[in-house]
C-alpha cells in the first residue's frame, strides 16, 4: 500500500554539524507534511511542516524542503545539538484524513 | 502550542482484564481525536479516527471491540482495550486536532501498556 517511508534508518552526526534527514512518498494527494520528533517514551513533539502550495519553509535552526516532481521531503536542522538526538519521523496528511507516519531517523548526536 | 494529556502514562495488567486509556485536550476543543499503537523502535500506526458524539472510525485490521473508543466530550476520549492480551503491550498514543485548526495534529504524551 501507500506509505510514507524515510530512506536512512540512522544517521550519526558530530555536535555543530548540520543534519539532513529524507522521506520519501508516494501519494501524490498528500497535501499537508509534517515532522515529528520523538525521545524515548515520549509522544511526538512537532518541529515544522508544509502544505504541498511551497516547497521551502524555515524555523528555528530547522527548514523543511519539499520535492513534489519526485515526492520527496527533507528536514534540514542547522548547528546540531546532542538534545536534538532522537526519532524524526514524516507524516503526510491526505486531505480530510489523519496523518500517516513514516518508518522514522534515529539522529544520534555526538558531543 | 495547545496541550495534550494523557492517563495513565504507565499501566500494567493481568491477562483478560480490561484498561481504559483517557486522552483530553486540555487547552482547546478536540473535535476529532485520533489513537494510534506503537510497538518498539517501530513507526505509529493509526488504530482509529473518532469524532466528537459519532461512532469511532477504524484502520483495516484493528478490531472495534477489542478496541473501543468513546469520544463524549470536546475534551476527552477514552480507549479501552477489552481483554487484554500480552500481544496487546504497547505504547499507545492519542491526539487531538480542533475545529478551528485545518491541520495540526497535537499529541499526547503515550500510554506504555504493559500485559502480563
Known amino acids: 500500500g501507500e506509505s510514507v517511508g524515510l530512506h536512512l534508518p540512522t544517521l550519526s552526526v558530530q555536535e555543530g554539524d548540520n543534519s539532513i534527514i529524507n522521506c520519501a512518498y508516494s501519494n501524490s494527494a498528500s497535501d499537508y507534511f509534517i515532522w515529528y520528533k520523538q525521545e524515548s517514551g515520549k509522544g511526538p513533539q512537532f518541529i515544522i511542516d508544509?502544505?504541498?502550495?511551497?516547497d521551502k519553509r524555515q524555523g528555528q535552526r530547522v527548514t523543511v524542503l519539499l520535492n513534489k516532481t519526485v515526492k520527496h521531503l527533507s528536514l534540514q536542522i542547522a548547528a546540531t545539538q546532542p538534545g536534538d538526538s532522537a526519532v524524526y519521523f514524516c507524516a503526510e496528511r491526505r486531505k480530510g484524513t489523519a496523518l500517516i507516519f513514516g518508518k522514522g531517523t534515529t539522529l544520534s548526536v555526538s558531543s | 502550542g495547545a496541550v495534550v494529556s494523557q492517563h495513565p502514562s504507565r499501566v500494567i495488567c493481568k491477562s483478560g482484564t480490561s484498561v481504559k486509556i483517557e486522552c483530553r485536550s486540555l487547552d482547546f476543543q478536540a473535535t476529532t481525536m485520533f489513537w494510534y499503537r506503537q510497538f518498539p523502535k517501530k513507526s505509529l500506526m493509526l488504530m482509529a479516527t473518532?469524532?466528537?458524539?459519532?461512532?469511532?472510525?477504524?484502520e483495516q485490521g484493528v478490531e472495534k471491540d477489542k478496541f473501543l473508543i468513546n469520544h463524549a466530550s470536546l475534551t476527552l476520549s477514552t480507549l479501552t482495550v477489552t481483554s487484554a492480551h500480552p500481544e496487546d503491550s504497547s505504547f499507545y498514543i492519542c491526539?487531538?486536532?480542533?475545529?478551528?485548526?485545518?491541520?495540526?495534529?497535537?499529541f499526547g504524551p503515550g500510554t506504555r501498556l504493559t500485559v502480563l
Open positions: 508544509i502544505r504541498s502550495n511551497m
Open positions: 491526539s487531538a486536532k480542533g475545529h478551528t485548526s485545518t491541520d495540526t495534529q497535537y
Open positions: 473518532s469524532n466528537e458524539g459519532s461512532k469511532a472510525t477504524y
